[in-house]
Nanobody, 124 residues
């Protein structure tokens, strides 16, 4: 299996930026998709962004498109989420996830490996 550990969360004011990291270990090559999901208190988990390991193509939720950028550093086995122009509604626990089956969508279906999450709080 694959182990995922998120980091980089914190508190930021609206309009600010954060970069989340997800360190992956284990059988990472079998997980062709990696993605970010988030869950706010009282809400369901939602997809944020995903990337395909092979072609490094990306997929974003409409709510974050143009503000967030997902990237994968294969050499470091690390997934990143650069978050700019943060809004209070972006506040959530952010989770890194991986799956072995195409397509690399932002839907949680078939994402089998999950980290424990890193908290992002956007408030004035």
């Amino acid at each position: 299996q694959v182990q995922l550990v998120e980091s980089g969360g914190g508190s930021v004011q609206p309009g600010g930026s954060l970069r989340l990291s997800c360190a992956a270990s284990g059988y990472t090559s079998t997980r062709i998709c990696m993605g970010w999901f988030r869950q706010a208190p009282g809400k369901e988990r939602e997809g944020v962004a995903a990337v395909y390991r092979g072609e490094l193509t990306t997929n974003y939720a409409d709510s974050v498109k143009g503000r967030f950028t997902i990237s994968l550093d294969k050499a470091k086995n690390t997934l990143y989420l650069q978050m700019n122009s943060l809004k209070p509604e972006d506040s959530a626990m952010y989770y890194c996830a991986a799956k072995a089956i195409w397509p690399c969508t932002v839907q949680p279906f078939q994402y089998t490996d999950w980290g424990q999450g890193t908290q992002v709080t956007v408030s004035a």
